[in-house]
């Protein structure tokens, strides 16, 4: 096992150098051309960055929720967490569809709050005692109401670009990405392990 975990580390960063060194506008840090370094600062770097904190979000959420169910087929996806997610970021493009005005971070809150608000109703599902097996099973029923919502969304869609921004949101791209979002993804995805952290200590000591 950890001669694996040592494989994927190496191949990770030889994916990311490598990710940085080819594309459009020259290789970049090899002293072929300006142009191809600036692509590669403003426009590679922040996307292989992104790309890895958004895999170790994922890959940490998943693993918390493995560890809590004793489930290794959980997911924050199959719980509801995600899809409660899309539909949040969904709407909020939906409503500036609809000529509502929305500052630049509404999307990020309307996720977020959506997540959020999954959350607190599975603990209300799971009750004080927070059964797993009724975590799952709420989890379960939310994510297939959340991804039915979602569709009616964007079927409901006033124009085809929102259509389009509606998908690729869902979807996910790394496309078009700045240093602006992997600060963003960088401090929500550090919150994650501070968060568990601080839980599984709270549990501890009320044991």
């Known amino acids: 096992m950890k001669r694996l975990n040592l494989f994927l580390c190496v191949a990770l960063l030889a994916g990311f150098a490598l990710s940085l060194l ?8 090899m002293g072929q051309a300006v142009g ?5 600062l403003q426009l590679r770097l922040p996307r292989g960055i992104l790309a890895m904190a958004v895999g170790a979000g994922l890959g940490g959420g998943g693993a918390a929720m493995q560890t809590y169910l004793r489930n290794p087929l959980a997911g924050p996806g199959l719980c509801g967490i995600g899809p409660g997610a899309a539909l949040g970021a969904v709407f909020s493009l939906w409503l500036a569809g609809c000529g509502l005005v929305l500052p630049r971070w509404g999307l990020l809150v309307f996720a977020l709050g959506c997540a959020g608000g999954v959350m607190g109703l599975l603990a209300m599902i799971a009750g004080r005692g927070l059964s797993v097996a009724l975590f799952s099973l709420g989890g379960m029923m939310i994510a297939a109401l959340a991804g039915a919502l979602v569709s009616l969304v964007i079927s409901l869609s006033p124009s085809a670009f929102d259509v389009s921004e ?29 968060s568990y952290t601080h839980l599984r200590a709270h549990e501890t000591s009320a044991h």
Do not use: H, K, Y
């Open 22 to 29: 080819t594309g459009a506008g020259g290789g970049g840090f």
């Open 36 to 40: 191809g370094d600036l692509a590669a």
């Open 166 to 194: 509606a998908i690729s949101w869902t979807t996910g791209a790394l496309t078009d990405r700045s240093w602006a979002d992997v600060g963003i993804v960088l401090l929500l995805t550090g919150l994650g392990p501070v």
